[in-house]
């Protein structure tokens, strides 16, 4: 069979390339919306003015980040796994419980905010009376209550073709009303509005869509249950069921020998991926923070420009990472350690070839895309060519962290992404400031090498070992 052959008529991966195109084709067209925006909002405001919008929207996604639970990820690794053994009412009781505490966190991280404004206008930013600004912008964040909770709900539904067309929809009002300022001249405040305008409808769209696809699934009372309820009505059917058949009935435990809803399972899972994501925040999705901590908004500015370019990578590969996930979960589910390779590998194959091809666009064309957002932005090429070695390695391997996470392994990946991370920033400290923010962007590049090819190892290691027992 020649090796085309082999991926064309290979089922999952049909299935992953499908619904992953379905939501590439919305995130296109989103993504060209999202670069016009911000091609108009560089040449609308500057360097210093296109790098403060930066650090605002950076600084309250960036708190919440720390107070995130990553309730996507509870939610495709439990709830799919409940869903395949058909266990609908602990389904809706994981959920109910990611969506009140997702809710929760959102709330305080506004609050957050709100409180540590002024400090980050002045210490940050190092733009005074701007304080404001950050709070205005921060009020997406409760819009935004239940976003990752009805991400991972989508995903575990195989119905994430949907967040394409709501992404579809905020970006065009977010483009609409960028496009608006920039032939009206408007202001950073007004560029501010339209950002949080397309979180507003972000959040509830994605939150409405969630709720109505689990409705249609587990039905209309599944908001009633409770997560405690859920254990036990499943711990006394099995039990009656045991009784009726004469057999000694012990503790419900799943395959890897837990409980059926083990609740410091679910915490220890959630914690370790809080953990991560606080870690992902600081070392690797916070650059722009940095960048204007320890030079100016005006770099933060440059830096930006390269940084939105070279992020065109992840608009393929972020549909296969919603898309694969549940899959590669229900594989670990299963214990089909070979179908699971044979995936990693497909999966991988596909990736580094669209994954190189845009590189070699970028490096080709890069100095030429950064004029487009002004002739000034050019300078910023070097930081261009540093950042894309990582990125491409990182969405070439965009597996790695699922993959420990349905492995039952969330610990790893946060001590790798930690060592990796406070290696980059003891780093950042003497040299940014020497060498400005193209060395942000070369420890940026090394952060992910390190990390991301430790987890993969790891990753590789244990499948390799379940397959040999």
């Known amino acids: 069979m020649s090796l085309l052959s082999k991926f064309k008529d290979d089922p999952l991966l049909g299935k992953v390339i499908r619904s992953s195109g379905a939501l590439?084709?919305?995130?296109?067209?989103?993504?060209?919306?999202?670069?016009?925006?911000?091609?108009?909002?560089?040449?609308?405001?500057?360097?210093?003015?296109?790098?403060?919008?930066?650090?605002?929207?950076?600084?309250?996604?960036?708190?919440?980040?720390?107070?995130?639970?990553?309730?996507?990820?509870?939610?495709?690794?439990y709830g799919g796994e409940y869903l395949e053994k058909d266990e609908k009412e602990k389904t809706a009781a994981l959920v109910k419980a990611a969506s009140l505490s997702e809710a929760t966190v959102s709330l305080f991280a506004f609050l957050v905010v709100a409180a540590t404004a002024t400090l980050a206008s002045l210490y940050i930013a190092k733009t005074p009376n701007t304080a404001m600004l950050f709070i205005i912008y921060s009020l997406g964040l409760l819009a935004n209550f239940n976003t990752e909770t009805s991400t991972g709900v989508l995903q575990m539904l195989g119905k994430i073709k949907y967040q394409g067309a709501i992404n579809l929809v905020q970006s065009l009002l977010t483009a609409g009303l960028i496009t608006f300022a920039f032939f009206t001249k408007g202001d950073i405040?007004?560029?501010?509005?339209?950002?949080?305008?397309?979180?507003?409808?972000?959040?509830?769209?994605?939150?409405?869509?969630?709720?109505?696809?689990?409705?249609?699934?587990?039905?209309?009372?599944w908001w009633n249950m409770s997560l405690r309820g859920a254990y036990f009505a499943t711990k006394q059917s099995r039990s009656e069921a045991g009784i009726a058949s004469g057999e000694r009935q012990e503790r419900p435990r799943n395959d890897e020998g837990r409980n059926d809803m083990d609740f410091r399972e679910l915490f220890k899972f959630a914690f370790s991926s809080n953990l991560s994501a606080t870690a992902i925040l600081v070392f690797r999705e916070s650059e722009i923070l940095w960048v204007g901590y320890f030079l100016t908004s005006e770099a933060a500015g440059y830096y930006k420009a390269a940084y939105a370019i070279v992020s065109l990578l992840s608009v393929p590969a972020n549909p296969f990472i919603l898309t694969t996930y549940p899959e590669i979960n229900k594989l670990v589910v299963q214990k089909s350690w070979a179908r699971l390779k044979d995936f990693l590998k497909k999966i991988t194959t596909v990736a580094a070839v669209y994954n190189l091809a845009l590189a070699a666009v970028f490096v080709i064309f890069g100095k030429w895309l950064l004029t487009i957002y002004g002739e000034p932005y050019a300078a910023a090429y070097p930081a261009l060519i540093a950042l894309l070695v990582g990125f491409t390695f990182n969405y070439?391997?965009?597996?790695?962290?699922?993959?420990?996470?349905?492995?039952?392994?969330?610990?790893?990946?946060?001590?790798?992404?930690?060592?990796?991370?406070?290696?980059?920033?003891?780093?950042?400290f003497p040299l940014v400031p020497r060498f400005g923010y193209v060395a942000e962007a070369a420890l940026l590049s090394l952060y992910y090498i390190t990390s991301v090819g430790a987890i993969v190892w790891r990753g590789v290691k244990e499948i390799r070992a379940k397959d040999e027992l």
Request: proline residues 3%; hydrophobic residues 55%.
């Open 396 to 428: 070439t391997l965009f597996w790695n962290r699922p993959l420990l996470l349905s492995l039952g392994l969330p610990e790893f990946p946060l001590k790798a992404t930690v060592v990796a991370g406070v290696a980059k920033l003891a780093l950042a």
């Open 189 to 221: 405040q007004f560029v501010l509005y339209a950002y949080l305008a397309g979180k507003v409808v972000l959040g509830f769209g994605i939150f409405s869509t969630a709720f109505f696809q689990l409705t249609k699934k587990l039905g209309s009372g």
């Open 24 to 77: 590439f084709s919305g995130n296109t067209i989103s993504l060209g919306l999202s670069v016009v925006q911000s091609i108009l909002a560089a040449r609308l405001l500057g360097p210093a003015g296109f790098g403060l919008v930066a650090i605002i929207t950076s600084y309250a996604t960036t708190v919440n980040g720390f107070l995130s639970f990553r309730m996507s990820e509870l939610v495709v690794r």
